[in-house]
């Protein structure tokens, strides 16, 4: 933890002396939440919107929105150097699938697909990082500025597991922990000690429906990897997770502390003590 607020403290310090930044907005509530708290510390934030993908309520939030193809990377890049955006986050979901069946790809993007070493999100990311990088551009960590809203290991609900639901917690903590470590997913759904479903490239709230379609009172297990990136993919819970824990009939959803973000926390509490539901930031194993 130490390392990981030195480090936060360094860049954060960089950010805040050039006063400008980018924000590459995927799905969801995370992006707003990351443009919001930069500005706060009175950065100007230059939103860049990925087309049939970013939800235009974003241009409110940003000083500057630009909108952007997918797979258009090097006239991306260009805008990048344009707009003099030396520090870029990536935040929300920009679904891996895309991968396989988007069309669209310039031929610099096309070179980097060809140079990572496999289609898992973090080989593509961290290709795309590093040619950032040699373009003169940070791609930061997406929590920089987002601490008080990390999981704490704490039951944040009135309903507390019993003996039953902490030997699911530990037996599917073990499985989400080497599918994790195998950038397979991130979360694995938990009946009686069985595994009901594993979160693969669809994502954690399509695995809650799949999971629903099978049973009900289940436990939902989702945990960093273990060597977390935080420049992206960082596991996230908030208003969709409990609306499709609701809908889908789970009972438990139990995430991994300091390395996972908690939004709408109020909200989504009062959400899980009204339906039953337990929320658990599970403590470093």
């Known amino acids: 933890m130490g390392l990981i607020k030195n480090v936060k403290g360094y860049f954060g310090k960089q950010i805040l002396q050039f006063s400008k930044g980018g924000v590459v907005v995927g799905k969801g509530d995370f992006p707003v939440y990351v443009i919001r708290e930069a500005k706060e510390k009175g950065l100007h934030i230059v939103g860049f919107g990925i087309k049939e993908i970013t939800n235009p309520r974003v241009e409110k939030e940003v000083d500057e929105m630009v909108w952007f193809e997918l797979g258009q990377i090097r006239d991306f890049i260009k805008t990048l150097k344009e707009k003099k955006i030396k520090y870029l986050t990536v935040a929300g979901l920009i679904p891996h699938k895309l991968i396989y069946n988007y069309e669209q790809f310039d031929d610099l993007a096309r070179k980097l697909l060809k140079k990572a070493p496999s289609r898992r999100a973090d080989d593509i990311l961290k290709t795309f990082a590093t040619e950032l990088h040699h373009q003169g551009i940070k791609l930061v960590d997406s929590t920089l500025f987002l601490s008080k809203y990390l999981v704490q290991p704490t039951c944040y609900t ?116 009204e339906h039953g539901i337990i929320v658990l930031g599970l403590k470093d194993q």
């Open 158 to 273: 009135e309903h507390t597991p019993d003996k039953i639901i902490r030997e699911d917690i530990d037996f599917g903590l073990k499985i989400a922990k080497r599918i994790a470590a195998l950038d397979i997913g991130q979360t694995v759904i938990v009946k009686d000690k069985g595994i009901i479903a594993v979160e693969a490239i669809e994502g954690t709230d399509a695995t809650i429906r799949r999971a629903g379609k099978y049973v009900d009172d289940f436990c939902l297990i989702k945990v960093s990897k273990p060597k977390q990136d935080l420049r992206f993919d960082v596991p996230v819970i908030g208003l969709g997770t409990i609306r499709n824990m609701i809908a889908a009939g789970g009972k438990v959803i139990a995430i991994s502390a300091h390395k996972a973000l908690f939004f709408d926390q109020p909200k989504v509490i009062q959400k899980a003590n």
